[in-house]
């Protein structure tokens, strides 16, 4: 005995939009959630690109539906076209949770479905889109939007088109680089770099620190511009590593300084400087060179950093200042020509 697979009758209207076929209907907002999937990122995984929803938002939604107030705004989902048939007035919808994902409206959705009234919620609704281009819809929709990380659109950005402008693809770059540094359990960075929370005491924002190393990787004008992917890695890994070495106590706190934005700032406005003249004098830069070149400057006391304030005047004053510290005790008397990491 076969059993029918229950579906939703809506009825719909269809319009195109640059080759792409919209289909606008209303449905119960219990209903559309026995249809849709929410594909959410999850942290420290490449899988998902929906921010978790927040429970005390879509709580929030729904004690305002139940209060007799309206969602006007339409939800934007993809229906997998096994899922979905439309014969010029009705969209059809097989229930179950893979036969559609929700790209825009999650929290809306999900806060209207808990309500006790059951609203009908307006749905525009694309047949058949591929992850890529469901990616591309969900940062074109919220990538200006106040409630999306910036990180999460920057944990993106290589799903995005491929005619990317160079401070994007080096945006990219950044996050490759941190997604390759968290994940790596001997660095210092592992398991510091947060792309879908907001970071806690000993965490890095993923926005921050795209922030200060995109400028460093981008292709055209970067110090490791022209650099691997897998060297970039290196070099800031080894700077970080000579950082420990040199600063033991400052860095075994529950919250160091280097990992705050005074302070990872001030010391990426310093890298330029104690890069060039690593290699300059010792040819590598290897966590033993790196070392050895910065504790000439292991006597500064970090923990001022701490009263320095924040933004970007306070970073690039400790920039400033680890720089003529560096000045008086280093002196340029050598060239490289090669690169020596481990």
């Known amino acids: 005995?076969?059993?029918?697979?229950?579906?939703?009758?809506?009825?719909?209207?269809?319009?195109?939009?640059?080759?792409?076929?919209?289909?606008?209907?209303?449905?119960?907002?219990?209903?559309?959630?026995?249809?849709?999937?929410?594909?959410?990122?999850?942290?420290?995984?490449?899988?998902?690109?929906?921010?978790?929803?927040?429970?005390?938002?879509?709580?929030?939604?729904?004690?305002?539906?139940?209060?007799?107030?309206?969602?006007?705004?339409?939800?934007?989902?993809?229906?997998?076209?096994?899922?979905?048939?439309?014969?010029?007035?009705?969209?059809?919808?097989?229930?179950?949770?893979?036969?559609?994902?929700?790209?825009?409206?999650?929290?809306?959705?999900?806060?209207?479905?808990?309500?006790?009234?059951?609203?009908?919620?307006?749905?525009?609704?694309?047949?058949?889109?591929?992850?890529?281009?469901?990616?591309?819809?969900?940062?074109?929709?919220?990538?200006?939007?106040?409630g999306v990380p910036t990180s999460l659109y920057y944990s993106l950005l290589k799903k995005l088109p491929a005619k990317l402008s160079a401070a994007e693809l080096a945006k990219e770059r950044a996050a490759d680089v941190a997604l390759m540094l968290r994940s790596d359990e001997n660095s210092p960075f592992a398991g510091r770099i947060v792309s879908t929370t907001s970071p806690k005491n000993g965490q890095l924002s993923l926005v921050n620190f795209v922030r200060k190393v995109a400028p460093l990787v981008r292709e055209d004008t970067g110090l490791l511009g022209t650099y691997s992917l897998e060297d970039q890695v290196k070099i800031i890994d080894n700077f970080y590593l000579a950082v420990r070495n040199v600063f033991p106590k400052d860095f075994a706190g529950a919250d160091p300084v280097f990992f705050q934005t005074i302070g990872f700032g001030g010391l990426f406005n310093f890298f330029p400087t104690l890069f060039s003249y690593t290699l300059g004098e010792k040819q590598s830069f290897t966590v033993a060179d790196v070392t050895d070149v910065l504790s000439t400057i292991g006597h500064f006391d970090v923990s001022q950093w701490k009263k320095g304030g924040t933004g970007s005047a306070a970073e690039l004053q400790v920039g400033k200042d680890l720089v003529e510290e560096f000045r008086q005790y280093a002196t340029v008397t050598g060239s490289h020509s090669g690169l020596k990491l481990s």
């Open 1 to 146: 005995m076969t059993t029918k697979v229950k579906e939703h009758s809506y009825d719909c209207l269809e319009a195109e939009q640059n080759g792409h076929k919209l289909h606008l209907f209303f449905a119960s907002a219990k209903e559309i959630y026995e249809f849709v999937s929410i594909n959410q990122k999850e942290e420290d995984a490449s899988e998902g690109y929906q921010r978790a929803a927040s429970p005390a938002r879509t709580t929030a939604i729904s004690k305002f539906v139940d209060a007799g107030n309206v969602i006007p705004l339409s939800i934007l989902i993809t229906l997998e076209k096994k899922a979905a048939t439309f014969d010029g007035k009705h969209i059809k919808v097989k229930v179950g949770k893979k036969s559609g994902w929700v790209i825009d409206g999650q929290h809306r959705l999900i806060g209207a479905m808990k309500a006790q009234k059951d609203v009908l919620l307006p749905v525009v609704a694309f047949i058949g889109l591929s992850l890529d281009e469901q990616i591309q819809q969900f940062v074109t929709v919220n990538k200006e939007a106040k």
